[in-house]
């Protein structure tokens, strides 16, 4: 995870996409029951965790929505940071 002003290293992480339709986030362990998910760079932790409270707490509007937009990170974008 970042720290307050830290920025995470791209190349550790398999996938991006967006949690709730709202907060860019970086994936890996897709394949598992409990993948590894962290904000992406420029979001603060603060608003990945307040989405994460609100999106737990409220009835969900349709199956898949914690994850959407998943795609890989190619390897160039990955040999870039």
């Known amino acids: ?8 290293n791209k190349s550790e992480w398999e ?11 970086y994936l890996r362990n897709m394949e598992s029951g409990e993948p590894d998910v962290c904000a992406a760079n420029g979001v603060p ?3 990945f ?6 999106a737990c707490y409220m009835p969900l509007p349709y199956e898949g ?6 795609k ?10």
Do not use: C, Q, S, Y
């Open 1 to 8: 995870m970042a720290m307050f002003f830290g920025r995470v």
């Open 15 to 25: 996938h991006t996409g967006l949690f709730a339709n709202i907060v860019p986030v």
């Open 45 to 47: 932790e603060w608003f």
């Open 49 to 54: 965790d307040l989405v994460t409270l609100l």
């Open 65 to 70: 929505f914690m994850f959407t937009h998943v």
């Open 72 to 81: 890989p990170i190619e390897p160039t974008e990955k040999a870039e940071t």
